[in-house]
């Protein structure tokens, strides 16, 4: 009951903006549905009864689905008995620590309603849909919108109307259904450890967390909990009231150049923030700080123990901190780096 409880609340939060979105109904027309149950409990929808090997669709919990999760017929049927689905949640804030709210030219944003320190927990809450990213969708059922009407079909109307709700980026024809879907995924994961095999990756789309706006300095870090199934927002730096609360959506030591082409390439708009702002004369210099912080990261990542290699040096660590510092990415605090 707990554990309900606590995706409820998120789907509330979520409610408050999306009242005024178009009602889920009619998602999918009789005549599209490919789908066939294959069982109720677990409850899982085949995608297409036209070829064997279709996605199938898994919803939690049985009885009033508010999650999805579109995967392969072994995989979906696996994650169904695992232990998290009847494991209480923890309770969220009685008293949360922002708001949803219209920003000019930014769609929906979470805006600070207090101070919030560097560290906090800000939110959680487990994805509405979640899926591999490529998934296996019929050629005839992707653009249309189709298959992914047909995965939201059966979710509890809160739960659909938390995901209607959420901004569409994506132009048309590309419809509506994937393109909230598209515009709105974070990383997710299946298994304790990141895979790195891009055929490995997966996405979740969140009511809430999902309204979080990408800055090229955020203030904010998404983080995807594997234990408990649900994606956290925590301060990277103090937050003030009355400050927008910001993730990113990408690699952030990618020169602008880079980054500008990839959030127009997936996500369909250009990056304004006050980083992609700065002057043509100083934008060398932003740009190679990042590209510093990135060897340092690239070489780090590639070892085995957390010793640094050889050939890395104090301070080099402290020339690519002092860089993320002057970038926006970290702050120094009376205790060290936050």
């Known amino acids: 009951m707990e554990t309900l409880t606590h995706s409820l609340r998120s789907l509330v939060v979520a409610e408050e903006i999306s009242n005024n979105q178009p009602e889920a109904r009619n998602m999918l027309a009789e005549n599209d549905n490919t789908t066939n149950v294959i069982s109720t409990n677990p409850y899982i929808v085949a995608s297409?009864?036209?070829?064997?090997?279709?996605?199938?669709?898994?919803?939690?919990?049985?009885?009033?689905?508010n999650m999805v999760f579109v995967d392969s017929y072994h995989v979906v049927r696996a994650i169904a008995e695992w232990p998290v689905w009847r494991t209480p949640a923890l309770p969220l804030p009685h008293h949360l620590s922002f708001r949803l709210e219209e920003i000019p030219g930014r769609g929906v944003g979470m805006i600070a309603t207090r101070s919030i320190s560097a560290g906090e927990l800000i939110f959680r809450e487990r994805p509405?849909?979640?899926?591999?990213?490529?998934?296996?969708?019929?050629?005839?059922?992707?653009?249309?919108?189709?298959?992914?009407?047909?995965?939201?079909?059966?979710?509890?109307?809160?739960?659909?109307?938390?995901?209607?709700?959420?901004?569409?980026?994506?132009?048309?024809?590309?419809?509506v259904v994937p393109g909230i879907l598209n515009t709105n995924c974070l990383e997710i994961r299946?298994?304790?450890?990141?895979?790195?095999?891009?055929?490995?990756?997966?996405?979740?789309?969140?009511?809430?967390?999902?309204?979080?706006?990408?800055d090229c300095a955020p203030v904010a870090n998404y983080f995807f909990n594997f234990g408990t199934f649900e994606g956290e927002l925590r301060a990277m730096n103090d937050i003030a009231g009355g400050e927008e609360i910001t993730i990113t959506y990408m690699d952030l030591c990618l020169p602008k150049a880079e980054r500008q082409a990839y959030l127009s390439r997936t996500r369909y708009f250009t990056?304004?923030?006050?980083?992609?702002?700065?002057?043509?004369?100083?934008?060398?210099q932003s740009d190679a700080r990042r590209a510093q912080i990135g060897r340092l990261i690239e070489r780090l990542d590639t070892l085995d123990t957390p010793h640094l290699p050889e050939r890395s040096s104090?301070?080099?660590?402290?020339?690519a901190l002092a860089a993320a510092e002057e970038e926006g990415l970290v702050k120094e605090g009376p205790s060290g780096y936050l």
């Open 314 to 319: 104090l301070d080099e660590l402290e020339r």
């Open 48 to 65: 297409d009864t036209r070829y064997p090997g279709a996605s199938c669709f898994l919803y939690i919990p049985a009885e009033s689905p």
């Open 128 to 175: 509405v849909y979640a899926a591999r990213r490529e998934v296996n969708c019929a050629a005839d059922q992707n653009d249309n919108g189709i298959f992914y009407r047909a995965a939201i079909h059966r979710l509890s109307q809160q739960a659909r109307r938390s995901i209607l709700g959420l901004q569409n980026a994506f132009p048309p024809p590309f419809d």
């Open 190 to 214: 299946i298994t304790e450890k990141p895979d790195p095999k891009p055929s490995e990756s997966f996405v979740g789309c969140f009511p809430v967390i999902s309204r979080a706006n990408h």
């Open 271 to 284: 990056c304004g923030c006050a980083t992609c702002s700065t002057p043509a004369a100083e934008l060398g």
